[in-house]
């Protein structure tokens, strides 16, 4: 299983917003990752800022908050966009699709205040543009929502 190793939030990311929208098509309020912090060729670490400014909290239990599971697992697949578009040297001729999730578990609520570290790893080469990744979203040292992603990388029309 993967543990969160300890990281400098005080180091450059990898990624900024700014970057990241350059790779990602997605725009707030969908755009559900603010910040990669590690990226190698096998996993990637990525994190989430949930604050009470999100608009899903308008409906979603408005006299207690909780960031829908659908939308962790969401953000989860855009940090495993983010790693698969790393892959390639032109990341922005490309899209990535996410193809299947299997094995969610949603272990602790996410509420406004949380800081949600997405860490995500490769359970086998990419092939044909296909890629298979284990992810585990913590809150500090607590694990919220894990479950097993496939995504497509595709070039754009």
Same mark, same amino acid.
């Given at each position: 299983m993967i543990r969160v190793p300890p990281f400098d939030l005080l180091k450059e990311p990898v990624y900024d917003i700014i970057q990241i929208q350059k790779i990602l098509p997605h725009r707030p309020p969908f755009l559900l990752i603010d910040r990669i912090i590690e990226i190698s060729e096998d996993h990637i670490l990525g994190f989430k800022n949930v604050t009470m400014n999100e608009p899903f909290f308008v409906g979603h239990f408005p006299q207690e908050p909780?960031?829908?599971?659908?939308?962790?697992i969401e953000? !989860? %697949? /855009?940090?495993?966009?983010i790693f698969v578009l790393h892959t390639v040297?032109?990341?922005?001729?490309?899209?990535?699709y996410f193809l299947k999730i299997d094995d969610v578990k949603f272990r602790h609520?996410?509420?406004?205040g949380d800081t949600i570290v997405f860490a995500l790893e490769l359970t086998s080469p990419v092939r044909r543009g296909i890629?298979?990744?284990?992810?585990?979203?913590?809150?500090g040292n607590k694990i919220v929502?894990?479950?097993?992603? !496939? %995504? /497509?990388?595709?070039?754009?029309q």
């Open positions: 909780v960031m829908p599971g659908v939308l962790q953000a !989860m %697949a /855009q940090t495993g966009g040297p032109d990341p922005e001729n490309y899209i990535t609520k996410v509420v406004p890629c298979n990744m284990r992810g585990v979203a913590y809150v929502t894990e479950g097993t992603l !496939m %995504a /497509q990388i595709a070039r754009k």
